[in-house]
């Protein structure tokens, strides 16, 4: 890992938008799907996939689902169901109810809550499994009361002749109400439009290779969507009182997911800066994932050297980092001062990987700097609001006038003329009575 100064590094990480033959590729997909339905769905799982199915086979069946218990270890049930537990404890901490705002005169203003009806989920089965992110996705939405739940990913996942059993297990344990064996654009087209056998969808959640992310991209309008992910982060900020070894290993932990996966130390030590550096060397050695990580770290990764601790906090909210730990002597002190990171780890045993798979926070987390302005997925994802207004008639007659001026200043005559209407009205009936 190269060792810089910041003026050598370029915060300014450009977002990946696919080349015209991808975007082009993905367009040319959706617009089959929604022309074909199951039959492009099929033609493109044989031709991407290898697996030729037929039109009921699309659909994951509840045999296969139990069958995929024996599959797994059982430590790895027993974990998966405490993970979620404490995912599920968290996210419930989020809920929120409709509420109804009385006045004096009779009038009401309020707004309800409503979760979404149908959601999809999709799981990538590309490099590797990560049922961790069927957890984290379907367990806030179900929390939020989702009733419908779908899943859609590849018919085989990273090598598996068949969808990975540790993903079906999560799907099952988490909620999952639907699993259908499709994946790519194909998968996002099916889930935004409908075909025969899977209903179109509310919003699509999940990350994805370029081409689901460039087919949620397109498809956003006929449906909502979580976000277009980028590759991982990670960004550390530390002081000396910080243990190298326990530092590489955490920029490793993300630079092992994808070869444009990026991780950053940033500190005012540029003794701790090279110890960091060598001990990633040695550490990368060793990991099984060590050519993937190999490319992250030597075209993102950097260990940069600040004039100071306050310089080091301005990098930190420049960058706005997906994941960001803290590990100076007084972290807290810190955490106050940052204004732009997705999920905030504090102190050496708050370790990135504690996040992803079990503490509880959501490990779906903004990516590409767009922390400045969205935040990780939470029931927020997966409720709807709608506003209630009652007006009474004393409330009516009291503001109608100062109703009508605004709207004749934009122009709309006749907005003005509904409130009108109902005055002249009222002054008539009024009249009348007496």
């Not at 779908?150 to 068949?162: D, F, I, K, L, S």
């Not at 909502?224 to 990670?234: C, L, M, V």
């Not at 409330?395 to 003329?417: N, S, Y």
Request: glycine share 8%.
């Amino acid at each position: 890992m190269k060792v810089v100064s910041l003026r050598d590094f370029n915060l300014n990480r450009e977002s990946d938008y696919g080349t015209p033959e991808q975007n082009e590729t993905v367009k040319a997909i959706i617009k089959a799907v929604r022309a074909e339905g199951d039959a492009a769905l099929l033609r493109y799982t044989e031709q991407f996939d290898k697996m030729r199915l037929s039109g009921n086979q699309l659909r994951v069946q509840d045999d296969e689902l139990k069958a995929a218990y024996g599959k797994v270890e059982p430590s790895f049930v027993t974990a998966i169901r405490a993970a979620a537990d404490n995912i599920r404890a968290f996210h419930q901490k989020q809920k929120r109810s409709s509420w109804m705002d009385f006045q004096p005169d009779g009038s009401m203003l309020g707004q309800i809550i409503r979760p979404l009806k149908r959601v999809g989920v999709y799981v990538p089965g590309g490099k590797a499994a990560y049922p961790s992110s069927v957890l984290m996705n379907v367990i806030p939405a179900q929390v939020a009361g989702v009733p419908e739940i779908v899943m859609v990913t590849p018919p085989a996942t990273a090598g598996r002749e068949g969808i990975n059993p540790y993903i079906l297990v999560a799907a099952a344990e988490a909620g999952v109400t639907e699993i259908y064996r499709v994946g790519g654009a194909q998968a996002i087209a099916a889930l935004a439009y409908g075909t025969d056998t899977i209903s179109a969808v509310d919003k699509i959640c999940g990350p994805g290779n370029i081409y689901v992310a460039l087919a949620k991209r397109e498809v956003y309008g006929a449906v909502n969507i979580d976000s277009i992910a980028g590759p991982s982060e990670i960004v550390v900020l530390a002081d000396d009182t910080a243990e190298p070894s326990y530092i590489a290993a955490d920029l490793l932990s993300q630079a092992e997911h994808d070869e444009m996966a990026s991780a950053v130390l940033v500190t005012p030590s540029q003794a701790l800066a090279e110890a960091v550096s060598a001990e990633v060397e040695r550490q990368l050695e060793l990991l099984p994932r060590r050519d993937i990580a190999r490319a992250s770290v030597d075209n993102y990764g950097a260990a940069i050297v600040t004039a100071s601790l306050d310089e080091g906090i301005e990098t930190v909210n420049r960058l706005a980092p997906e994941h960001l730990e803290i590990v100076t002597e007084e972290p807290m002190a810190i955490v106050g001062r940052i204004e732009n990171a997705g999920a905030i780890f504090l102190g050496p045993y708050s370790s990135e990987p504690v996040g992803d798979y079990f503490a509880g926070p959501n490990h779906i987390i903004p990516t590409n700097g767009t922390a400045r302005f969205s935040s990780p997925v939470d029931l927020d994802d997966f409720i709807k609001k709608s506003s209630m207004i009652y007006y009474s008639r004393e409330a009516l007659l009291r503001d109608g006038e100062t109703i009508m001026e605004l709207a004749r200043r934009e122009g709309l005559e006749g907005h003005a003329r509904a409130i009108k209407i109902r005055l002249e009205q009222e002054t008539k009936t009024r009249g009348q009575s007496s």
